[in-house]
């Protein structure tokens, strides 16, 4: 049994080499293309500007220039930094064979400077792991609990919930359950190993693709240590601190920014968001490449109802669920543990609720794994009806709904501008500076708000949608580039920046003009103390 498991492991690494031998071929006009732009210098051995090493093609562009830029800034060479915590011996070996023969993402990242990487080696934190773990266990006796462990002052638990959520596709947390503390042991040595990189290493600059999950374990040491981190995408650039480490919270300041635009361009602006959500809820409008759009899949799902049996002269208010797994607390904590204990406490709202029929629609990218774990769920939840995964957001519509639930969705914007009331269910949402949707900001009110919900009706202003969706998907997309917009509907659409078909899009359309102007730009704002960094192209 064992020589069948070596044997089927070794096919699959067999395979994956194949892959990026493949792939190494594709992509060695980016790398010869890098090796000119990016002359390799001799740099301060001590020093060191960590970043972070992943397959998201697009992001290699901004590692690029920022942590060649920050190089030279203090004088210090680039550590590439893999920020997975690693299941088994199996996981580990893909890296480190990809490493070793300069395949993959590591081919890349050798050709803008990247000559020595750093891998989380836990065993050897294994036994203080474990003395911190009974340390903590005796005071985890709720999610709550889990969600504030926090080691030399510094919040982990929230990450590591994500992490454990997103890892085993899981639907909520235990914190009774093995599986969950197994884990959580497994963190405490990762976060163990990279609190004494720090320690003893000059790191003096980090580079991250993500604010959650276990990447963010060394972001937020680092803070702990004023060490200057920056969140890096093709489309952003946040510089982050112990008050805010977290990226994409700068929805606060959208109505001063937006007022700051021109009358002329502010008016064009408008009239974009306007065309494209215009389409949007029409559903005959296409594909918006902007959007992170996912198809339904069919599951095994067997407790869900079509809306066409639906009785439409009844009162019903939607559910719109979230991916269980998917990041609870990626804009930080809300009202509720997770979106599981959220779902429970609209069940419980709906028992009591003589007046409407409360439906629960589930996420469209909600995997089969986790369907499979909300049928076990069908009993509990028996106040609620559960649609079909298929149903389209424009039969819900169709139905007649008196409100909308979430808790930080993109679909509040749809339905707002249909003047049906949105209510979320956290006060780190991205609509707050808003009033199109009702931000609860404490549990009482969330209450206050559904209790009262035949109260909350009002025609929304249509211009601040349009202003919100402009400032949140189209505005200021243009660091890298000179149009992202356009730039997605050549590659294919959203998702294709994340393959390696990007990198000839880069080559094709570098100009030492606007390679300058990039570098010029990132080097005033890492002089800067701003939140984020401005577009620095042409086109607004």
């Known amino acids: 049994m064992l020589e069948k498991i070596n044997i089927f492991f070794a096919n699959k690494f067999f395979l994956k080499i194949n892959r990026y031998l493949l792939l190494k071929k594709g992509i060695r006009a980016y790398v010869n293309f890098n090796k000119k732009i990016w002359v390799t210098k001799v740099q301060n051995n001590k020093n060191k500007v960590l970043v972070e090493v992943n397959s998201m093609c697009s992001s290699h562009q901004s590692y690029a220039y920022l942590s060649n830029i920050l190089s030279d800034k203090y004088n210090a060479k680039i550590c590439g930094y893999d920020a997975y915590l690693y299941n088994n011996l199996y996981e580990r070996l893909d890296s480190v064979l990809a490493r070793i023969f300069n395949l993959g993402q590591y081919y890349v990242y050798s050709s803008f400077g990247v000559n020595?990487?750093?891998?989380?080696?836990?065993?050897?934190?294994?036994?203080?792991?474990?003395?911190?773990?009974?340390?903590?266990?005796?005071?985890?006796?709720?999610?709550?609990?889990?969600?504030?462990?926090?080691?030399?002052?510094?919040?982990?638990?929230?990450l590591i919930y994500d992490s454990y959520l997103r890892r085993y596709d899981e639907i909520t947390v235990d914190v009774n359950d093995s599986e969950y503390r197994i884990y959580l042991l497994k963190a405490l040595a990762f976060f163990l190993f990279w609190k004494e990189y720090f320690d003893v290493n000059k790191v003096k600059a980090l580079v991250v693709s993500h604010c959650v999950y276990m990447h963010a374990i060394p972001l937020r040491i680092a803070l702990a240590k004023n060490i200057p981190v920056y969140q890096a995408s093709l489309t952003h650039i946040y510089k982050l601190s112990p008050q805010q480490y977290f990226a994409y919270k700068d929805f606060d300041e959208y109505r001063v920014k937006f007022k700051k635009i021109n009358q002329s361009d502010a008016q064009k602006?408008?009239?974009?968001?306007?065309?494209?959500?215009?389409?949007?809820?029409?559903?005959?409008?296409?594909?918006?490449?902007?959007?992170?759009?996912?198809?339904?899949?069919?599951?095994?799902?067997?407790?869900?109802?079509?809306?066409?049996?639906?009785?439409?002269?009844?009162?019903?208010?939607?559910?719109?669920?979230?991916?269980?797994?998917?990041?609870?607390?990626?804009?930080?904590?809300?009202?509720?543990?997770?979106?599981?204990?959220?779902?429970?406490?609209?069940?419980?709202?709906?028992?009591?609720?003589?007046?409407?029929?409360?439906?629960?629609?589930?996420?469209?990218?909600?995997?089969?794994?986790?369907?499979?774990?909300?049928?076990?769920?069908?009993?509990?939840?028996?106040?609620?009806?559960?649609?079909d995964p298929t149903t389209t957001n424009n039969k819900v519509i169709n139905m007649g709904i008196k409100a909308v639930l979430t808790v930080h969705g993109s679909i509040a914007v749809e339905y707002a501008m249909l003047d049906i009331p949105v209510i979320s269910a956290s006060h780190n949402n991205l609509y707050r500076a808003y009033s199109f949707v009702k931000t609860a900001r404490t549990l009482e009110e969330l209450n206050s708000f559904i209790d009262n919900i035949n109260m909350i009706f009002k025609r929304n202003n249509k211009n601040e949608i349009y202003e919100f969706y402009y400032m949140n998907n189209i505005y200021k997309y243009n660091i890298f580039v000179h149009d992202y917009e356009k730039m997605l509907v050549e590659i294919g659409g959203y998702y294709s920046q994340f393959k390696p078909l990007i990198y000839s899009y880069f080559v094709t359309n570098f100009s030492f003009e606007t390679h300058k102007k990039i570098i010029d730009n990132i080097s005033k704002y890492l002089d800067s103390n701003n939140y984020r960094m401005e577009n620095s192209l042409d086109k607004i």
């Open 116 to 158: 020595s990487y750093v891998n989380a080696g836990i065993n050897s934190y294994s036994k203080a792991a474990k003395i911190l773990f009974d340390e903590i266990i005796p005071n985890l006796k709720r999610k709550d609990d889990a969600l504030a462990i926090s080691i030399s002052g510094i919040v982990v638990g929230d």
């Open 269 to 387: 602006a408008l009239q974009k968001s306007k065309e494209i959500l215009h389409r949007r809820i029409s559903g005959n409008g296409g594909v918006d490449v902007l959007q992170k759009s996912a198809i339904y899949e069919r599951s095994g799902l067997n407790i869900t109802v079509n809306p066409e049996k639906f009785n439409l002269n009844a009162k019903y208010i939607l559910i719109a669920a979230h991916v269980f797994s998917d990041g609870p607390h990626a804009y930080g904590n809300f009202q509720f543990a997770d979106f599981f204990d959220w779902i429970d406490f609209l069940n419980g709202k709906a028992k009591e609720d003589k007046n409407y029929i409360w439906l629960l629609k589930l996420h469209p990218d909600t995997s089969n794994n986790l369907h499979k774990k909300i049928n076990e769920f069908s009993n509990r939840w028996n106040s609620l009806v559960i649609l």
